[in-house]
């Protein structure tokens, strides 16, 4: 997925501890959205942000944070790791006023 | 408030056959819709989206969907399957509402299976 790489790609974790996922992308775009992916449910939208330390929550934003900095920068922190968080983590990107986003490879992460 | 309900979790075509994945979708104001396709262990890739152009939307792999205001549809079909086919479809539904970015709503997916 040009221009946007999520790290790390794969992660186990214990419940309880803190976890963060980074997105980094290089295409300047204005949007960046976190969502998590679950059989049966789809993608659902956890936190976007809309510019540098602008930021608000999804459908599911309980027991998770963001954090934008930078442009390029958009991080997902789960606070105290539950087995329910175990997911695939999608990382997205998308420009002003322009439809259509671009996803990144995914995190998938695993809390035993 | 907009949704997408895609019908059937799960489809099984033989090769050679038409592919048929269903979409409907709920949209206050005048949609934007996309197909993405995810190949195992990969993230989403654009099939194809409507844009208020053209009814008939063309994508890439041999793909095409009809936006049908009437019917609140925008199905995804390909005339002949192929094995490479084999993938989940994720119908979305996007709208510019008082804001400056498109929020994606999406289906919860379809699984196609391709038998030989």
């Known amino acids: 997925d040009a221009g946007i790489t999520q790290s790390p790609r794969h992660k186990v974790t214990e419940t309880g501890t803190p976890v963060t996922l980074r997105c980094h992308q290089t295409?300047?775009?204005?949007?960046m959205y976190w969502y998590r992916q679950d059989p049966g449910h789809g993608l659902r939208l956890i936190h976007y942000?809309?510019?540098?330390?602008?930021?608000d929550k999804g459908e599911v934003s309980d027991g998770y944070s963001v954090s934008r900095s930078k442009t390029e920068d958009f991080l997902l922190t789960l606070e105290s790791a539950t087995s329910s968080q175990t997911s695939v983590y999608f990382c997205?990107?998308?420009?002003?006023?322009?439809?259509?986003?671009?996803f990144g490879s995914g995190t998938r992460l695993t809390v035993v | 408030a907009q949704s997408v309900t895609q019908l059937g979790s799960h489809v099984s075509v033989s090769e050679g056959a038409l592919v048929l994945l269903r979409c409907n979708y709920s949209?206050?104001?005048?949609?934007?819709l996309f197909w993405y396709v995810q190949y195992p262990n990969q993230g989403l890739q654009l099939l194809l989206k409507?844009?208020?152009?053209?009814?008939l939307v063309k994508g890439i792999n041999g793909f095409e969907a009809e936006f049908k205001k009437s019917e609140t549809s925008f199905h995804l079909t390909k005339p002949s399957a192929h094995m490479s086919d084999a993938a989940e479809y994720f119908c979305?539904?996007?709208?510019?509402?008082?804001?400056?970015?498109?929020?994606?709503?999406f289906g919860k997916g379809t699984l196609l299976t391709v038998n030989p």
């Open positions: 997205a990107i998308s420009e002003y006023r322009a439809p259509g986003y671009t």
């Open positions: 409507y844009t208020s152009a053209a009814t």
């Open positions: 942000s809309y510019g540098v330390k602008d930021t």
């Open positions: 295409e300047n775009h204005r949007y």
């Open positions: 979305a539904v996007s709208s510019l509402r008082g804001g400056s970015n498109y929020k994606l709503t």
């Open positions: 949209s206050s104001v005048p949609p934007y």
